[in-house]
């Protein structure tokens, strides 16, 4: 029953920090494991939910730890571009988008972005999971965001293009 209740909102998390579904449902496997291992030391002090996302969040950490240790190089200097209309983002993306930009995201960078914006952690907790220093975090972060910003610039031209030979038509 604990699995049936979770194991969808799971997936979901596991994906974020993987490259591919297959990735993601071994740390599912794993992580529910280890919750019912350690089932009997939930206290019932917070949510049962978020004590078994925690425990998915820090498998995928120890994933990335074990197959991650070479980090692909990114260019970034033509990362600047002119700031995202937030309006068009929400009138024009969807987040399944958005979600396929984020996990197309370098490795390190999706790890911190996901770590830093999901999970609601701060770059010393980010540093100290992941063993980087936290100017790293910090680093990544930006550059993240940074190619972020790149690809949603991009996909604004693309559906505004679009839009505009939709009408011509």
């Known amino acids: 029953m604990l699995y049936k209740q979770y194991a969808a909102k799971m997936l979901f998390v596991c994906c974020r920090y993987t490259g591919n579904r297959e990735e993601a449902e071994d740390i599912l496997q794993e992580g529910f494991i280890t919750v019912f291992d350690k089932?009997?030391?939930?206290?019932?002090?917070?949510?049962?939910?978020?004590?078994?996302?925690?425990?998915?969040?820090?498998?995928?950490?120890?994933?990335?730890?074990?197959?991650?240790?070479?980090?692909?190089?990114?260019?970034?200097?033509?990362?600047r571009e002119e700031p995202v209309?937030?309006?068009?983002?929400?009138?024009?993306?969807?987040?399944?988008?958005?979600?396929?930009?984020?996990?197309?995201?370098?490795?390190?960078?999706?790890?911190?972005f996901n770590l830093y914006i999901f999970e609601d952690m701060n770059h010393?907790?980010?540093?100290?999971?992941?063993?980087?220093?936290?100017?790293?975090?910090?680093?990544?972060?930006?550059?993240?965001?940074?190619l972020l910003r790149k690809k949603l610039n991009h996909s604004m031209i693309a559906a505004k293009k679009n839009d505009y030979h939709e009408r011509k038509l």
Do not use: C
């Not at 024009?92 to 911190?112: C, F, G, R, T, W």
């Not at 540093?127 to 930006?142: C, D, M, P, R, Y």
């Open 39 to 79: 089932l009997k030391q939930f206290k019932g002090e917070g949510s049962l939910e978020g004590w078994v996302r925690r425990i998915m969040v820090h498998k995928a950490i120890e994933h990335y730890r074990k197959t991650s240790r070479i980090f692909p190089l990114v260019d970034i200097e033509d990362m």
């Open 85 to 112: 209309d937030v309006n068009d983002i929400q009138s024009n993306i969807h987040a399944d988008e958005l979600m396929e930009m984020i996990q197309s995201l370098p490795p390190m960078y999706k790890m911190v």
């Open 124 to 146: 010393k907790e980010i540093a100290e999971q992941l063993g980087i220093v936290e100017g790293t975090s910090k680093s990544n972060l930006f550059h993240a965001r940074m």
